[in-house]
């Protein structure tokens, strides 16, 4: 295992009890129903019935996987960005300079969520909205964004506690400029600029080369 491979593994989604196959297909079929009625009228449009219809489930089971809309649409975004790692696992960014890296594959994950704003609101919305109970669902998406920075910075050695620190700064500018531009008090270009100076923090917390 490389040093970035052993990096990304220590922010990976924790274990749980396996589902079975048929358990992981009546969980695809509810994120997906969430995604479809979140993409096309935000936060308000996703009521649990409405969600338990779509998937082919009973309501008493949507509330077994998921026992708040809030835990569901939290689930969601970690689906969403478990997709978009994957995506930019496959089509990594160019270039030497890490925290271009890291800014460019922000933005392109920004970019993402911006082709479904209704979606996005949602997710964010919940976000806000979590209580403790939500809090292993939003650890989750964070460890994610934090592997998707990791990735992107293509470290040779386990990171130190500065850029982890790094990291975290960045990861909540990120999450900062994504409320900022769904409430309209932001434009792309301003995400842009925010993005790529925050990711400075990464050549400042690199450690110097012997």
């Known amino acids: ?14 274990a749980s009890p396996p589902l079975t196959e048929r358990q992981e297909a009546r969980r695809r079929r509810i994120l997906h129903a969430s995604a479809q009625l979140a993409s096309r009228g935000g936060f308000d ?18 509330y077994r996987y998921f026992p708040s809309k809030v835990h569901l649409l939290v689930a969601t975004m970690q689906d969403q960005l478990q997709h978009m790692h994957t995506t930019l696992r496959k089509r990594p960014p160019a270039g030497d300079d890490p925290a271009a890296r890291v800014a460019e594959t922000l933005m392109r994950a920004f970019r993402a969520l911006q ?34 920075i990791l990735d992107a910075m293509g470290l040779e050695a386990p990171p130190t506690a500065e850029q982890l620190s790094a990291v975290r700064v960045i990861e909540h500018t990120w999450h900062s400029a994504l409320i900022t531009w769904l409430s309209g008090r932001a434009s792309i270009a301003q995400v842009k600029i ?17």
């Open 115 to 148: 082709r479904e704003p209704h979606l996005a609101d949602a997710m964010v919305r919940a976000l806000t909205f979590a209580d403790r109970s939500v809090s292993p669902e939003v650890d989750t998406v964070s460890r994610l964004t934090t592997a998707i």
């Open 194 to 210: 925010d993005i790529e100076t925050v990711c400075r923090l990464i050549d400042l917390t690199a450690p110097e080369k012997s």
């Open 45 to 62: 449009a996703v009521q649990m019935r409405e969600v338990a219809e779509a998937a082919g489930v009973a309501l008493g089971t949507l």
């Open 1 to 14: 295992m490389t040093a970035e491979a052993k990096a990304v593994s220590t922010v990976t989604t924790p």
